[in-house]
């Protein structure tokens, strides 16, 4: 098993609702484990040689680590406020290390080609100057004053609008996108991938959402988010070299690609590198 | 801006910059982008950075060199422009 | 490496040469160009890009790029006029009696002439070309081709090595073969390919 800084943090491996007591075998970072419920519908993990890892109950999903995490969970304030409704989407598996599904998540320049006609759309492609900072308090990557033109920006949005977005990073494998909401300005729709690192070229992704929005079924809002999704998997599948470069030495980033840079740089400085290439190919 | 426009700034990199790699890998990089990138003074912890190019190609270049090869690390790059032609 | 027609204009394929994943695109005016499978942007590969005119573009941030590989927009930063530097590394295509030929090292001899000959299809092997070689009962030739003679007609099959010990086959009959004779030559090669394939999964 790859001893690396990774070890000892927390990861998605499952959806609360869906647990059962005979549990379901997965992989995390290359080792096997089985992920399961107790008789009280507890959730229960537990890895190869028999050890049980720890174990989260948070955010719809099952959290594990294979180490000793030495801080809690990061926090969604959002996830508890009245009013959101909480939709697991489900679960997609991607061969691509789980650093360039988060890397993916936190790039908007695609959408007028990889989401046509939904988040985006031409020749509405500017990316406007945004900031990023790594946030030391908090030791987040934090991407703020995005702005994006949206033909449909969400399912409760009618038309086209100008969306704000936040990105934010609390851990390495996660995403969390923070974007205007049309029914409650003010507000932000939380969206956020959840990414389960099977092996360094393989993932599953867990995305999970707290929204405001009344009308849309549930289901509709599952097929919106598992749609864009499926469409980013036929970008991840194709992108060579398939692990995560730390050196660009063989890509050329923009200005449009500074929350993609700090994320490397986030990667790189805590040792963050299952998934990563650190030679460029 | 129109679309030749050109500016140079100065790159002061602090870091742990020592790697026999990054020189190099600056040059490259610069070469890569089209853009001038000269060196005008390196230590171990402080690398003077000279670009010169289209706006968006000098914000490029920092993104780039903010990352650098592997056995780097760049801790912060201050930006200072000397001149600019719209 | 493809048959022309698989190529039409605005359409751009993957196809493997000398250890090299290429992109092999048609521009509109019909212009042909083969290039490294990969945008220089961010790695994604270029088969699964758009063609617009006499441009291809990367299907993830649009970057477009002109026949001779020249970035020529990025539409994030459309006021940006990007420099020669940003460029796809490209190499030869030549065109000629339907069949589409890249060289990754520049080609010392031009490609072979197939005069009187006609492109039928490209089949894909799970075998190396050297099962098929054996197969087909002869040697592959200078030209990268084996002659077999298939339901009595004579064929012309260009071998091309793909990744994974797989062949694809570019296969040409004479131009003046019927229909019924082109379906016969069909229906053989996939006779070989059963026999090539079943052996492989028998040894």
């Keep these: ?281 | ?86 | 490496m493809a048959l022309s027609r698989d190529v039409p204009p605005q359409v751009v394929i993957p196809t493997f040469v000398d250890g090299r994943e290429l992109a092999v695109w048609r521009s509109q005016s019909g212009r042909i160009a083969a290039w490294d499978d990969r945008c220089p942007h961010r790695g994604m590969r270029l088969s699964h890009g758009f063609v617009r005119g006499e441009s291809l573009s990367c299907i993830y941030h649009g970057w477009s790029y002109n026949e001779a590989g020249l970035c020529q927009r990025i539409p994030a930063h459309p006021d940006l006029v990007p420099p020669e530097a940003i460029r796809v590394p490209t190499v030869a295509a030549v065109e000629s009696d339907g069949i589409i030929w890249v060289a990754s090292e520049p080609a010392s001899q031009p490609p072979p002439t197939l005069t009187g000959l006609v492109a039928l299809r490209s089949l894909t092997v799970e075998a190396p070309a050297t099962a098929i070689a054996t197969a087909a009962g002869m040697p592959i030739d200078q030209d990268g081709a084996l002659r077999p003679d298939l339901a009595g007609i004579a064929c012309v099959l260009l071998v091309q090595p793909i990744p994974g010990d797989r062949t694809v086959l570019h296969v040409l009959v004479a131009s003046n073969a019927s229909p019924a004779a082109q379906a016969a030559v069909s229906r053989a090669l996939e006779d070989l390919r059963r026999r090539v394939e079943s052996e492989r999964l028998a040894a």
């Design chain 2, 1 to 86: 801006m129109s679309s030749n426009a050109t500016c140079s700034d100065m790159f002061t990199l602090r870091g742990d910059l020592g790697a026999p790699s990054f020189l190099p890998w600056i040059a490259r990089h610069a070469g890569r982008l089209g853009i001038i990138g000269r060196v005008t003074a390196a230590s171990a912890d402080e690398v003077s950075l000279l670009v010169e190019g289209p706006p968006d190609l000098v914000d490029a270049m920092e993104l780039g060199v903010s990352l650098g090869p592997i056995d780097v690390w760049v801790e912060s790059i201050k930006r200072e422009r000397l001149l600019s032609r719209p």
């Design chain 1, 1 to 281: 098993m790859t001893d690396t800084p990774m070890l000892n943090e927390w990861y998605p491996v499952g959806i609360l609702t869906q647990l059962t007591k005979a549990g379901r075998d997965t992989l995390l970072m290359g080792e096997a484990i089985n992920v399961a419920c107790d008789s009280l519908g507890a959730p229960v993990v537990s890895a190869e040689d028999g050890r049980t890892l720890p174990v989260r109950a948070r955010y719809g999903h099952v959290w594990t680590s294979l180490g000793s995490p030495t801080k809690e969970l990061f926090d969604i304030p959002e996830a508890d406020q009245p009013g959101r409704r909480l939709v697991d989407v489900g679960v997609v598996r991607v061969k691509c290390s789980p650093l360039r599904a988060v890397e993916n998540f936190l790039d908007i320049a695609h959408f007028p080609f990889v989401h046509t006609d939904i988040l985006g759309a031409e020749p509405h492609t500017e990316v406007q100057r945004y900031e990023v900072q790594i946030r030391e308090e908090v030791d987040e990557v934090w991407a703020t004053k995005v702005k994006f033109y949206q033909p449909q920006a969400a399912k409760s949005a009618a038309g086209g609008i100008t969306t704000d977005y936040m990105y934010r990073v609390p851990a390495p494998t996660v995403s969390i996108l923070y974007k205007t909401c049309p029914p409650r300005p003010g507000e932000w729709d939380v969206i956020t991938l959840f990414v389960q690192p099977m092996a360094e070229d393989l993932c599953q992704v867990w995305p999970w959402m707290a929204l405001f929005d009344d009308q849309t079924p549930m289901t509709d809002l599952i097929h919106f988010q598992q749609m864009i999704f499926l469409q980013d998997r036929s970008i991840l599948e194709n992108q060579l070299p398939r692990l995560l470069p730390l050196d660009p030495g063989m890509e050329i980033p923009t200005r449009a690609d500074m929350t993609s840079v700090a994320y490397r740089r986030w990667l790189k400085r805590h040792g963050f590198t299952y998934g990563a290439q650190l030679v460029a190919a």
